[in-house]
């Protein structure tokens, strides 16, 4: 099983905010508006938008939002 996990991260490394979903049309649309609610300072400061794959449920972030 693949898992999308979406994460804002901020300039100190720090997971923000996360959402993991076992869709990948929803994955994909979920990180598009992650990284366009980044605001133009937020990227200066170093703030990102990532999305990465997973194979189980136990590697996503115990904070994240778990779609299934």
């Known amino acids: 099983m ?9 300039p100190c490394g720090i ?8 869709d990948e049309k929803q994955a994909g649309e979920c990180h598009e508006e992650f ?3 980044l605001t133009e300072a937020q990227k200066e400061e170093g703030w990102v938008a990532s ?7 136990d590697e996503v972030p115990v904070s994240a939002l778990k779609l299934v």
Request: glycine share 0%.
């Open 2 to 10: 693949t898992i999308w996990v979406n994460e804002q991260i901020d």
């Open 51 to 57: 999305l990465r794959t997973v194979e189980s449920w």
């Open 15 to 22: 997971l923000y905010s996360c959402i993991a979903c076992a």
């Open 35 to 37: 990284k366009n609610n």
